[in-house]
Structure formats: structure tokens, C-alpha cells
Nanobody
Framework: QVQLVESGGGLVPPGGSLTLSCEAS????????MSWYHQAPGKERESVAS????????SYKDSVRGRFTISRDNAKKTMYLQMNSLKPDDTGVYYC???????????WGQGTQVTVSS
């Protein structure tokens, strides 16, 4: 079973930057499409960025496009989310999700807290 561990969250002032990481236990990591989700306080979880298994296709929620960059290193079995120009609305828990391109099974990490505040 795939296990995902997020890291890199923390407290940052508005306009600051953070890089989140999601490390997978699965050795066939390259066969999983990966996504980052954001859950703001009191709101539902939403996808903010996705990257295909071969790293050749990415997509972003409109509100983060141009500020966030999703990437992956299949050799390290790790996905990243570089977050720049952070805003208070970016506050919340960030989760990574893996979806098998073969079985469509999905796996979630435990989340990492990001707080954007002065």
C-alpha cells in the first residue's frame, strides 16, 4: 500500500514562500498521477495542482496559477509544491494524493499545515 508523508509546512508572512514535499513509499511512484489539495478552515478540500505520472503535464487552480509550481522527482519518489507570494487565503492544511494510472486507486497523506499571517 502506498504511504505518503508531507512536510515543509509552517508559518510564513504574506508574500513569503514555502516548499512542500510529499514522499511516497511506493517504488513504482512513476506510475502514479499526483496532486496537491488545500483545505482551508471550515471549507472543503480542493485540488490546487496536479502533475501527470510522466511529469509532462501539470494543471493548477486559477487562484494559484503563476504563484505555485508543482514538480516531481520520480527517482526520489517525491513530489513538491513551491509556493510563492503567499496570501492569507492560502492558509490551511495541504494534502498530497496519489492516483494509480493502472488501478485508479487513490491514496492520501496526513497533511501539513500552512499558515500565512503577519
Amino acid at each position: 500500500q502506498v504511504q505518503l508523508v508531507e512536510s515543509g509546512g509552517g508559518l510564513v508572512p504574506p508574500g513569503g514562500s514555502l516548499t512542500l514535499s510529499c514522499e511516497a513509499s511506493e517504488f513504482t511512484f512513476r506510475r502514479y498521477a499526483m496532486s496537491w489539495y488545500h483545505q482551508a478552515p471550515g471549507k472543503e478540500r480542493e485540488s490546487v495542482a496536479s502533475i501527470a505520472s510522466a511529469s509532462d503535464s501539470t494543471s493548477y487552480k486559477d487562484s494559484v496559477r503563476g504563484r505555485f509550481t508543482i514538480s516531481r522527482d520520480n527517482a526520489k519518489k517525491t513530489m513538491y509544491l513551491q509556493m510563492n507570494s503567499l496570501k492569507p487565503d492560502d492558509t490551511g492544511v495541504y494534502y498530497c494524493k496519489a492516483r494509480s494510472v493502472q488501478t485508479m486507486e487513490e491514496y492520501w497523506g496526513q497533511g501539513t499545515q500552512v499558515t500565512v499571517s503577519s
